[in-house]
């Protein structure tokens, strides 16, 4: 069985940075495209960012671009460096892969593998 499992999330001051991990079990993921989501209280789950299997296309909510760095380490493990935190970025935050290689999908529909989810809180 193939698991995604994410780290990382906090408490956080407006302001601060926190670097979220998604790490993969079971087999490697070297071919899927990856993506992180973000769901808060009362909201939809929305995109954040993805990336391609060889990190090649990468593309950014509007609401994160600048301040978010989706990025792959290896086959199992990615990362989401997110600095300026805002207070309208708490949420749990989601990793997920898609076993398209190319297509960097924004919406979750395509994504196959979903982590439980991790909470990054950020204050006032």
């Known amino acids: 069985q193939v698991q995604l499992v994410e780290s990382g999330g906090g408490l956080v001051q407006a302001g601060g940075s926190l670097r979220l991990s998604c790490a993969a079990s079971g087999r490697t993921l070297s071919t899927y495209t990856m993506g992180w989501f973000r769901q808060a209280p009362g909201k939809e789950r929305e995109f954040v960012a993805a990336t391609s299997w060889s990190g090649g296309s990468t593309r950014y909510a509007s609401s994160v671009k600048g301040r978010f760095t989706i990025s792959r380490e290896n086959a199992i493990t990615m990362y989401l460096q997110m600095n300026s935190l805002k207070p309208e970025d708490t949420a749990v935050y989601y990793c997920?892969?898609?076993?398209?290689?190319?297509?960097?999908?924004?919406?979750?529909?395509?994504?196959?593998?979903w982590g439980q989810g991790t909470q990054v809180t950020v204050s006032s």
């Open positions: 997920a892969a898609n076993r398209q290689t190319v297509v960097v999908s924004t919406t979750p529909g395509p994504y196959d593998l």
